[in-house]
T-cell receptor
Framework: DAGVIQSPRHEVTEMGQEVTLRCKPI?????LFWYRQTMMRGLELLIY????????DSGMPEDRFSAKMPNASFSTLKIQPSEPRDSAVYFC?????????????FGPGTRLTVT | GENVEQHPSTLSVQEGDSAVIKCTYS??????FPWYKQELGKRPQLIID?????GEKKDQRIAVTLNKTAKHFSLHITETQPEDSAVYFC????????????FGKGTRLSVIA
C-alpha cells in the first residue's frame, strides 16, 4: 500500500482565495482524521470521520473551514476564504480500529502558506 | 474532554545518554497511550504504545511506563543516537474508537554527538 496520500504537498495562495486540500486514506481504513500543525498550537484535531460520516467537527476553527468525505477513498478540507493565520501544515491520517491496533497513519502533509 | 500536558518542550542530551519525556493526562477513562516521532519536515510516526492494563512496555532502546493512579506516562530512550533527534508527541485516548487521540504539545529532542 502507498500509505496515506495528500495533495498538494505545498500550497501558496493569497488571502481571500479558496484552498482545497485532498486526502486518500489507506485502503480498508474506516477512520479518517484531519489535523493542523503549527509551532504555537502543536497538532490540533480539526475533524474526523468514521465510515465516511463526520463524527466530531468541534475542532474546526470557524465556518470558513469545511470537510467532506464523499467515499471511503477520498476526503477534502476546504478553506474559503483563506487568511494568513491559516498558514500551517495540514495532516490527514487514517486508521482501522480493530483488535489491539489503533495506530493512526499520517500522510506527508500539505504545507499551506497564505500571503 | 481529555487534556494532555507534555514536558519538557525541549531536551538536549549527549550521545549515549538517556532521555526521558513525561506526559500527564486528565481523563481517567483514557486507556490507550501512544508515542509518535516526527523528524524534521516529515510526518508523525508511531514508535511505541501502551494500554492501561500494562505498566511498562519495552522495544529495544525505547520504553514507556504508565502510572494510572497518578495519570502520567513517560517515554524513556536509552543509549541515544543522533538519529533519535526529532520531535516526540505523546497522546491519549479511550480505545472505544469513537474518541480520537489528544496529543501533547511535543518535545524537541536534540542528541549531541
Amino acid at each position: 500500500d502507498a500509505g496515506v496520500i495528500q495533495s498538494p504537498r505545498h500550497e501558496v495562495t493569497e488571502m481571500g482565495q479558496e484552498v482545497t486540500l485532498r486526502c486518500k486514506p489507506i485502503s480498508g481504513h474506516d477512520y479518517l482524521f484531519w489535523y493542523r500543525q503549527t509551532m504555537m498550537r502543536g497538532l490540533e484535531l480539526l475533524i474526523y470521520f468514521n465510515n465516511n460520516v463526520p463524527i466530531d467537527d468541534s475542532g474546526m476553527p470557524e465556518d470558513r473551514f469545511s470537510a467532506k468525505m464523499p467515499n471511503a477513498s477520498f476526503s477534502t478540507l476546504k478553506i474559503q476564504p483563506s487568511e494568513p493565520r491559516d498558514s500551517a501544515v495540514y495532516f490527514c491520517a487514517s486508521s482501522l480500529i480493530s483488535g489491539d491496533s489503533y495506530e493512526q497513519y499520517f500522510g506527508p502533509g500539505t504545507r499551506l502558506t497564505v500571503t | 474532554g481529555e487534556n494532555v500536558e507534555q514536558h519538557p518542550s525541549t531536551l538536549s542530551v549527549q550521545e549515549g545518554d538517556s532521555a526521558v519525556i513525561k506526559c500527564t493526562y486528565s481523563d481517567s477513562a483514557s486507556n490507550y497511550f501512544p508515542w509518535y516521532k516526527q523528524e524534521l519536515g516529515k510526518r508523525p510516526q508511531l514508535i511505541i504504545d501502551i494500554r492501561s492494563n500494562v505498566g511498562e512496555k519495552k522495544d529495544q532502546r525505547i520504553a514507556v511506563t504508565l502510572n494510572k493512579t497518578a495519570k502520567h506516562f513517560s517515554l524513556h530512550i536509552t543509549e541515544t543516537q543522533p538519529e533519535d533527534s526529532a520531535v516526540y508527541f505523546c497522546a491519549a485516548s479511550r480505545n472505544s474508537g469513537n474518541t480520537p487521540l489528544v496529543f501533547g504539545k511535543g518535545t524537541r529532542l536534540s542528541v549531541i554527538a
